[in-house]
T-cell receptor, first 118, second 108 residues
Framework: DTEVTQTPKHLVMGMTNKKSLKCEQH?????MYWYKQKAKKPPELMFV???????INESVPSRFSPECPNSSLLNLHLHALQPEDSALYLC?????????????????FGQGTRLTVV | EDQVTQSPEALRLQEGESSSLNCSYT??????LFWYRQDPGKGPEFLFT???AGEEKEKERLKATLTKKESFLHITAPKPEDSATYLC?????????FGAGTRLTVKP
């Protein structure tokens, strides 16, 4: 099973709303990621969680707040977004690359949440 | 800084017309090079991982190869259902960096 499940599939929110995106995986992966993808552009890394701890924040505005409640779940809390934040938000998971393990570190992606900010 | 460049940006093929997509990279300490397929509005679908120069992997009509500076995704006798954006990504640490992708269109 290489499935990463994201909910909701579509989300429309106003600039004053608070909403959350959810991601779940049951592959035992200890690295989880949030990516943002604009139309006809590649995915851009936002956050990396390693062993449920935030390890990388790619200078993402504070209106995006990630949370990793346990090793299977990843959330992205949204507040006071701007219309330019409209995009496809992708969650991914992978095994962690380590000095001893360099194989099987590919990331598996969910189908994304299409977010529209109005 | 790690860089990944894919070419061409877009490619139109007739059904059955074989071709190759290129991914050139500069990275310190490559841990893996990945190929993904992405359909519009969907998440990237994992295709291959390549770890060392000289490695090759195949899946149906697709074959990926790796040298020290670039990777190729060869598509043999493509079908219309192979139409998608093909993304290349490299991993040097815990971060995976994507190229801009090649949009492939296969016409019947």
């Amino acid at each position: 099973d290489t499935e990463v499940t994201q909910t909701p599939k579509h989300l429309v929110m106003g600039m004053t709303n608070k909403k959350s995106l959810k991601c779940e995986q049951h592959m035992g992966h200890r690295a989880m990621y949030w990516y943002k993808q604009k139309a006809k552009k590649p995915p851009e890394l936002m956050f990396v969680y390693s062993y449920e701890k935030l390890s990388i924040n790619e200078s993402v505005p504070s209106r995006f707040s990630p949370e990793c409640p346990n090793s299977s779940l990843l959330n992205l809390h949204l507040h006071a977004l701007q219309p330019e934040d409209s995009a496809l938000y992708l969650c991914a998971s992978s095994q962690l690359p380590t000095r001893d393990r360099v194989l099987n570190t590919e990331a598996f992606f969910g189908q994304g949440t299409r977010l529209t900010v109005v | 800084e790690d860089q990944v460049t894919q070419s061409p940006e877009a490619l139109r093929l007739q059904e059955g017309e074989s071709s190759s997509l290129n991914c050139s990279y500069t990275v310190s300490g490559l841990r893996g090079l990945f190929w993904y397929r992405q359909d519009p509005g969907k998440g990237p679908e994992f295709l291959f991982t390549l770890y060392s120069a000289g490695e090759e992997k195949e899946k149906e009509r697709l074959k990926a190869t790796l040298t020290k500076k670039e990777s190729f995704l060869h598509i043999t006798a493509p079908k219309p259902e192979d139409s998608a954006t093909y993304l290349c990504a490299v991993q040097a640490s815990s971060i995976m960096r994507f190229g801009a992708g090649t949009r492939l269109t296969v016409k019947p």
